[in-house]
């Protein structure tokens, strides 16, 4: 098995492909693929794929995806330094990172759409 070539890519939902480019592209996504139907955007291995959603309602969207990443803070400075306020409520915004209670560093970026992308520090494998 060539385990190699294995992923899974998150499809995630936008009300505005272009606004979703731009959000994104802030900290470090660029595009791969975009026509109007489907956006790639990648940030090193990273790769998330957006469908255009026009109608989510963001403030009653359950839509989750993991980012499991070798440096969470540097990840997360970078969505800070675009602009993503800390905060509680609203979106977007992020929720800083800290050991869960499940064992591992993590932080939480809720997107303009309301999708909650939790920002996992990968542990090294060994």
Known sequence: MNS????????LPSRDLGRTEAFYGAFGFG???RDEGWLILARGSVQLEF???????????????TVRVGDVDELYA???AS???????????????RRQDW????GFLIDPD?????????PPEG
């Open 4 to 11: 190699g070539a294995d992923r899974a890519v998150p499809n």
């Open 31 to 33: 595009r791969v693929f």
């Open 51 to 65: 469908f255009p959603e026009p109608g989510l309602d963001s403030y009653s969207s359950g839509v989750m995806c």
């Open 78 to 80: 970078a969505i800070r």
């Open 83 to 97: 602009g993503v306020p800390e905060a509680t409520v609203g979106m977007p915004r992020l929720h800083p990172v």
């Open 103 to 106: 064992g591992l560093r993590a």
């Open 114 to 122: 309301g999708t909650q992308l939790t920002l996992i520090e990968q």
